[in-house]
């Protein structure tokens, strides 16, 4: 009876305008549910305008005029899912994380000193640090797609209750 009710799935057109962000985390807050904690939930909606602020000033930037941006959101009992697909050129999301491990593991490293790409820093720390899955792939349209998931892990107030409380 509850997996009807654990599932969600929103898929959207955004147009590729940084002031789509508020369609975006609306569409966003309809996966909300209780089996989510706060802190899963913030990391999902920081992931989410990150890929979408990236899709919007960067896949798209040279592309006139814009084509929008494709959103699929989804929640399950056990996973939530976002999936974001640009018309851009792309790039090796891979590499550049080893390029920025490697500049991180550097002794005069100061993330401090760093000027740009801090979105990419971010998403790194999402998954090694947060357990996210995260993978930026071609279409087999023009473009690509970054796909950004996690598990949903039972929150202790959801855990099987006992045979009872007495005592």
Same mark, same amino acid.
């Given at each position: 009876?509850?997996?009807?009710?654990?599932?969600?799935?929103?898929?959207?057109?955004?147009?590729?305008?940084?002031?789509?962000?508020?369609?975006?985390?609306?569409?966003?807050?309809?996966?909300?549910?209780?089996?989510?904690?706060?802190?899963?939930?913030?990391?999902?909606?920081?992931?989410?305008?990150?890929?979408?602020?990236?899709?919007?000033?960067?896949?798209?930037?040279?592309?006139?005029?814009?084509?929008?941006?494709?959103?699929?959101?989804?929640?399950?009992?056990?996973?939530?899912?976002?999936?974001?697909?640009?018309?851009?050129?792309?790039?090796?999301?891979?590499?550049?994380?080893? !390029?920025?491990? *490697?500049?991180?593991? #550097?002794?005069?490293? /100061? %993330? @401090?000193?760093?000027? &740009?790409?801090? $979105?990419?820093?971010?998403?790194?720390?999402?998954?090694?640090?947060?357990?996210?899955?995260?993978?930026?792939?071609?279409?087999?349209? !023009?473009?690509? *797609?970054?796909?950004? #998931?996690?598990?949903? /892990? %039972? @929150?202790?107030?959801? &855990?099987?209750? $006992?045979?009872?409380?007495?005592?």
């Amino acid at each position: 009876m509850t997996s009807a009710s654990t599932s969600h799935r929103e898929s959207f057109l955004v147009p590729s305008q940084l002031d789509g962000v508020g369609e975006v985390l609306a569409r966003f807050e309809r996966l909300r549910s209780a089996q989510i904690s706060d802190t899963l939930w913030v990391e999902g909606q920081t992931a989410l305008m990150e890929g979408f602020s990236n899709a919007v000033r960067h896949a798209h930037r040279d592309l006139s005029p814009p084509p929008p941006v494709a959103i699929e959101l989804s929640r399950t009992s056990v996973e939530l899912r976002i999936q974001i697909d640009d018309h851009g050129p792309g790039y090796d999301m891979e590499e550049a994380w080893r !390029q920025l491990d *490697r500049e991180q593991a #550097s002794s005069d490293y /100061d %993330p @401090l000193e760093r000027e &740009a790409h801090w $979105g990419l820093v971010l998403l790194r720390q999402l998954q090694r640090q947060r357990g996210w899955q995260i993978t930026y792939q071609r279409r087999r349209e !023009q473009g690509y *797609r970054l796909s950004i #998931s996690h598990r949903i /892990d %039972p @929150l202790p107030s959801q &855990a099987p209750s $006992g045979a009872g409380s007495g005592g």
